[in-house]
């Protein structure tokens, strides 16, 4: 793939901190809230995009609005939002942002791993991109499904949605190599800009 500069640009947000976040539990597909901190963070994401839109001379409200559909990512939309002059509701759900899934891995820590499952944490760290955990999903599939959401985006788009799936676009658009991306860390209370297939990241 070979974007092109009439590529729509994506406003890229991670969702704010989780108390899995900071106990290092693979959340995946599992609904886990927002934190106390994670809600701040959403409310700064909103306030640093708010800025970028106003240096670009831009209207929030011409952009499009779409999140993951678990709730850490709703949240976070509902959050950023109104730091823009808009309704916390008026964005639509995409099933393909959603959370890269960790299978029968969900609620347990990397380390808890080691002692549990220590032939497949071998493979993972050998080869994170094509690996798949026990009824998960690999990175390689998440990236099928962002690349077909980002073909599929008609405006410069506004997203919420998790580690994974940046990852995921990353690759996509030949930002990251496929077996470099997964080891990249994905910041929370950022905003990370896709356009002309470059990435910027605001704090």
């Known amino acids: 793939m070979n974007p092109t500069r009439s590529r729509p640009t994506v406003y890229y947000i991670r969702h704010g901190e989780t108390d899995w976040n900071v106990s290092g539990r693979l959340p995946g597909r599992r609904e886990v809230p927002l934190n106390a901190r994670g809600r701040a963070q959403a409310t700064q994401s909103g306030d640093i995009l708010r800025e970028l839109l106003a240096r670009d001379g831009r209207d929030a409200a011409a952009l499009d609005f779409v999140s993951s559909p678990l709730g850490r990512a709703c949240a976070t939309m509902e959050l950023v ?11 639509a759900i995409e099933p393909r942002l959603v959370e890269i899934a960790f299978g029968d891995w969900e609620g347990f820590t990397i380390a808890q791993l080691h002692n549990h499952d220590p032939r497949r944490i071998a493979q993972r760290e050998h080869d ?14 998440v990236s099928v499904r962002m690349k077909g959401w980002y073909e599929s985006l008609t405006r410069d788009t506004v ?25 990249i860390d994905i910041d929370q209370g950022v905003v990370y800009v896709f356009a002309d297939g470059k990435l910027a990241r605001y704090a």
Do not use: D, N
């Open 128 to 141: 994170k991109w094509h690996f798949l955990p026990p009824s998960g999903e690999s990175y390689e599939m």
């Open 81 to 91: 939002r109104p730091a823009l002059g808009l309704p916390a509701e008026g964005y």
């Open 159 to 183: 997203a919420t949605a998790h580690g994974g799936t940046a990852r995921g676009l990353m690759a996509v658009l030949g930002i990251a190599k496929p077996a470099a991306a997964p080891l």
